[in-house]
């Protein structure tokens, strides 16, 4: 894999981490503010909504624009705004430089794709968005949970001191090793097609919403599932980085291969597995102790790999079929995932209070049986070339 494409996942690791790295400092922080922890929570909200909401007009406006150059603005604006997270002593201040940040992120994660893709072959192109988008699976794995050590030791602040520094680092590597992208020129098929994207974005908020259903509250899930509280949930969850990265590789390989169609069909069905034995589980499955905990590590990881191997997929099928429009298209899919995930945190919510526990992992299956359906029926073939593309 070319070197520069780590490089790109650099900022895909900054903004990724960034975006949670005060998560496990919400009640010291909401002391200091004075304002209650949900309203903190609501920091995390307002970043990803502003994301989802301006991606696509921002990538509108910036899609003509030399990538590198993007890039670097972002991470630069990255800087200055954790910056003044850091100094803020106002909660409505941290409100509005919060927003600032999720649409910044939503310019930066699209450029960093899009520039992925022109400096790879065709036939790498879904491993050099697997490895971008792993960028993300690393903040999960070190960036946020390094945030909450630092602001835990030396105070809240600091954890956005260290997403600034993070920033920065991406900054210098990019400035330093990445070389001017620039965006493809007019041609045949240019701009966003309905009938080419819409079914794309239509299944990567398919599948983010099957996945958040669960995913949002897994640990009152688990709780009920294994008695595991406290930091016995955060080792499960260490399993959603190690499935993330598997599901990365196993789709980049199926979107080089243009074996997309099936795999996308059996991640969903994976989904769709992970949601059953999650709902055996809250049934009484195995017996507790150590099976118990082997099963629902199983299902976790099921659950994570089959959710991160559709998006090199839907990734690299966008760039084919818009490739003049590649940012606005990618955009308009990280909107898609954001309001996946608003769905199912909602759906889910809504049921574990009115219904429990188990009817949370039967909706889910059920939105992921429907999304393979819809997947097979809408993408199942194999994708037609570019000149056919470009033809139709």
Known sequence: MNLRVYVLALSTFAFGSGALIFAGLLEPMAADLGVSVGAVGQLQTTYVLTSALAGPPLAFLAGRFE???????????AVILNLACYLTASFPALLVLRAVLGATAALAGPAASAAASALVPMERRGSALAVVTGGMTVAFLMGIPLGSVVGSAFGWRTAFLLSAALAA????????????????????GEGLRAGLVLPL?????????????????????????????????????MLVGVGSFLGLTLGGRAADR???????????????????????????????????????????LIGSTSLFS??????????????????????????????????????????????????????SAVIAVSAAGFWWLTNGRAQPSPAKLAAS
Not at 204 to 231: C, E, H, K, N, S
Not at 281 to 295: D, F, K, N, Q, R
């Open 67 to 77: 990538r590198r150059g993007l890039l670097l603005t972002a991470l630069a604006v």
């Open 310 to 363: 559709v998006m090199p997929v839907i990734q690299s099928r966008l760039i084919q079929r818009a490739p003049a429009a590649a940012p606005l298209a990618l955009a308009f899919n990280g909107s898609s995932a954001a309001l996946g995930q608003a769905f199912g945190g909602a759906l889910g919510g809504l049921l574990i209070t009115q219904a429990g526990a188990p009817s949370v992992t039967f909706a």
């Open 169 to 188: 680092f991406a900054f210098v590597a990019i400035l330093a090793y990445l070389p001017k992208v620039r965006p493809p020129g007019p041609q045949a």
């Open 201 to 237: 974005f239509a299944s990567t908020f398919l599948a983010f919403g099957a996945d958040m259903t669960i995913t949002t509250y897994i640990a009152p899930i688990l709780r009920l599932q294994a008695g595991v509280t406290g930091a016995g949930v955060a080792a499960f969850q």
């Open 258 to 300: 243009q074996a997309g169609g099936l795999s996308v069909t059996l991640a969903f069905a994976g989904l769709a597995v992970g949601a059953g034995l999650h709902g055996l589980e809250l049934s009484g499955g195995a017996p507790e102790g150590l099976p118990t905990y082997l099963v629902v590590g199983l299902t976790v």
